[in-house]
Nanobody, 128 residues
Framework: HVQLVESGGGSVQAGGSLKLSCEIS?????????VGWFRQAPGKEREGVAGIDRDGSPRYGDSVKGRFTISKDDAAKTLYLQMTNVKSEDTAIYFC??????????????????????RGQGTQVTVS
């Protein structure tokens, strides 16, 4: 069965950096599979942070553009989120998610939760 396990969360000072990882199992390959990161802060709706579509093109939420970088290692079946210049408003639980093989994102620039089929349990990021 498909399993996504996030790691790398923790506490970081504002202006610092953190790198999240998401190990994906249960797939033969992560090639041609759209993936992404979401986050949810207390009292707020879940927000799309970054994604990579099936063709490898990245996209980012407006609040993280220029600060976060998403990447994917298909050989290791691992998804990453490099966070730099973090801010207090980045405090949230971060989830990685995957789409059905070969499917495209349904929106031109944003991340829609409905596009994703599987999601991990999340990792907490706290910026102080």
């Amino acid at each position: 069965h498909v399993q996504l396990v996030e790691s790398g969360g923790g506490s970081v000072q504002a202006g610092g950096s953190l790198k999240l990882s998401c190990e994906i199992s249960g797939y033969t390959t992560t090639l041609r599979r759209s993936v992404g990161w979401f986050r949810q802060a207390p009292g707020k709706e879940r927000e799309g942070v970054a994604g990579i579509d099936r063709d490898g093109s990245p996209r980012y939420g407006d609040s993280v553009k220029g600060r976060f970088t998403i990447s994917k290692d298909d050989a290791a079946k691992t998804l990453y989120l490099q966070m730099t210049n973090v801010k207090s408003e980045d405090t949230a639980i971060y989830f990685c998610a995957t789409c059905t093989y070969g499917s495209k994102f349904s929106t031109p620039t944003q991340l829609a939760e409905g596009d994703f089929r599987y999601r991990g349990q999340g990792t907490q990021v706290t910026v102080s």
